[in-house]
């Protein structure tokens, strides 16, 4: 099944989970449940998704043996993130549409140029639909989701998330990941095999900068996501919903307006 019928079920993704539980429930309520139109769409989402689409051709073509020159990738990302930006009602920031598109091109270059001859690409784009259990019990939605990439490396599987970021991660960022717990968990229930999970980061530095952040999990990790996904599906059940007033969301929340509604003029005053 692709991700697309998947995501057509009732599920958890990695991405919902931490909206609800880290970021905002307010604007995960808005999103998800009343369905509001978004005011507009953040650059970030639309150039990263750009930037992710071009490395997928990048790592397909190296699994299937087909040359695909760095070249070939800048004039993939140059004519996606054109088509793609036309489209939507992005919200700029420091950057302009050239300036993002040049950007995407510095980004997909340090990327290319760090990719590890000596890693086997087993699979791009790779899905998956796993339970989510606590306290011994199937919560009632699974977790969905995709692997950007997984290689072997010397014997052993590695999971890769592409990542773009502002700045550098902090050291202790991928050791934190819920994500990495997520993917971790998603691997051992499809293969049977603890994998060891790697973002990827491309920084976007004037001169962007490529680094790696290795990192694995325990069953103890597992069961923690188990309990955070239940704590998640109860905060559903019960309407929990509540503004993050201290969000870094808040600056690009594409749901000010029913923001303010809900809790009046103070709610949101670090977004106005
Ligand atoms: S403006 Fe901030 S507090 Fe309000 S919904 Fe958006 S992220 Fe949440």
């Not at 995501?7 to 909206?19: A, E, I, T, V, Y």
């Not at 639309?46 to 397909?60: C, E, I, N, P």
């Not at 980061?201 to 999990?217: I, M, Q, Y």
């Not at 509604?261 to 005053?269: D, F, H, I, P």
Request: charged share 25%; aromatic share 10%; with cysteine.
């Amino acid at each position: 099944m692709t991700l697309q019928e998947l995501r057509k079920r009732p599920h958890w993704s990695f991405s919902s989970l931490n909206s609800l539980l880290n970021i905002c429930s307010l604007q995960w309520y808005f999103q998800k449940i009343a369905k509001l139109v978004p005011t507009h769409t953040s650059v970030n989402l639309v150039a990263g998704s750009v930037y992710h689409r071009t490395l997928d051709q990048v790592f397909m073509a190296r699994k299937l043996a087909v040359p695909f020159s760095l070249e070939e990738a800048q004039e993939m990302i140059t004519q996606d993130w054109r088509r793609s930006s036309a489209e939507e009602n992005i919200l700029y920031g420091k950057l302009d549409a050239d300036g993002v598109e040049k950007q995407g091109r510095g980004l997909i270059k340090v990327a290319y140029e760090t990719i590890d001859d000596t890693e086997k690409v087993i699979e791009v784009g790779e899905v998956f639909c796993v339970p989510i259990v606590h306290q011994g019990k199937f919560l009632s939605k699974p977790l969905v989701g995709e692997f950007d990439l997984v290689v072997e490396k010397e014997g052993k599987p590695l999971v890769i998330d592409w990542k773009t970021a502002a700045t550098r991660w902090a050291k202790t960022k991928a050791e934190k990941s819920l994500q990495a717990t997520a993917y971790s968990m998603a691997y051992q229930q499809k293969y049977g095999i603890n994998p060891a999970v790697r973002f990827d980061v491309a920084v976007k530095n004037k001169t962007p900068v490529f680094e790696s952040h290795l990192t694995t999990r325990t069953p103890a990790s597992w069961e923690l996501l188990g309990a955070l996904a239940a704590k998640a599906e109860s905060i559903v059940k019960n309407e929990l919903f509540y503004p993050s007033l201290e969000s870094f969301a808040c600056n690009g929340c594409a749901f000010q307006s029913a923001c303010k509604e809900w809790g009046g003029a103070v709610v949101c005053a670090k977004a106005a």
